[in-house]
């Protein structure tokens, strides 16, 4: 299995590029990529670790990889502006072109906390072996209309999801924590070719449930972004 940790996104002050969110550092002085690439090892089935970012802050990254383990390797979408930004959806698909994936593959969002672990997430894929999301309940109108919101039925079955909607369906979110089958990322070329959206990986959730069977995991523990 390979994972593509998200970075790829320009954090602004006042229309200025500042230090990307996934290299903040905690209250805690820790960098917020190394406790997410620490969760991510403990599945151990992963064997590539791909953090997807921009050229505007590609030698960060780089800088940032300089004695970590062999199997992170910072991937450059070329794109040095907001305006030329490929979006999540398009990084995604970069990444697997550029790397020639053709494996499993978690995708994450480089720029939260996940506080919990990700092996009872990992475990359930792979007792279904169909697409998954991790999700999570919440109660705020504000941020359920941020997120895609997805409803299941009792086999935790993706039946109605919908990305940044005004009217939520529900009050649980998806977040932006995936596993994909090989089967379900070549998907990703039907996706694209149909003019869809590239921005938030949501939007692919959105058009994957319509073709395949996806499964929600509800997760208890805290998340939170910096979005």
């Not at 919990?116 to 997430?121: G, S």
């Not at 529900?170 to 070719?193: C, E, V, W």
Request: some cysteine; glycine content about 6%; proline content about 3%.
């Amino acid at each position: 299995m390979k994972c593509i940790i998200l970075c790829a996104g320009y954090n602004l002050d006042n229309n200025d590029i500042v230090e990307p969110k996934a290299l903040m550092k905690l209250a805690s002085g820790e960098i917020l990529l190394d406790l997410l690439i620490a969760k991510i090892d403990k599945l151990q089935t992963i064997d590539e670790i791909y953090v997807v970012t921009n050229g505007q802050n590609y030698d960060k990254f780089f800088k940032w990889s300089k004695g970590k383990k062999a199997n992170i390797k910072i991937v450059n979408d070329n794109t040095t502006s907001p305006d030329a930004k490929l979006g999540a959806i398009g990084d995604i698909k970069f990444t697997l072109n550029y790397e020639h994936i053709d494996d499993d593959l978690m995708i994450i969002a480089g720029d939260a906390i996940y506080d919990f672990d990700f092996k009872p997430i990992y475990d359930y894929y792979c007792e279904n072996k169909s697409a998954l999301v991790a999700v999570k309940q919440v109660e705020n109108l504000l941020d359920l209309k941020k997120y895609g919101v997805v409803r299941f039925d009792e086999d935790n079955k993706i039946i109605e999801m919908h990305e940044k909607s005004k009217m939520p369906i529900g009050n649980h979110i998806a977040l932006a924590l995936y596993f994909y089958p090989k089967q379900t990322i070549r998907m990703f070329d039907f996706y694209l070719s149909e003019g869809n959206k590239t921005t938030a990986p949501g939007y692919f959730l959105e058009y994957l449930y319509k073709m395949t069977d996806v499964y929600v995991y509800k997760i208890t523990g805290d998340y939170s972004d910096f979005n």
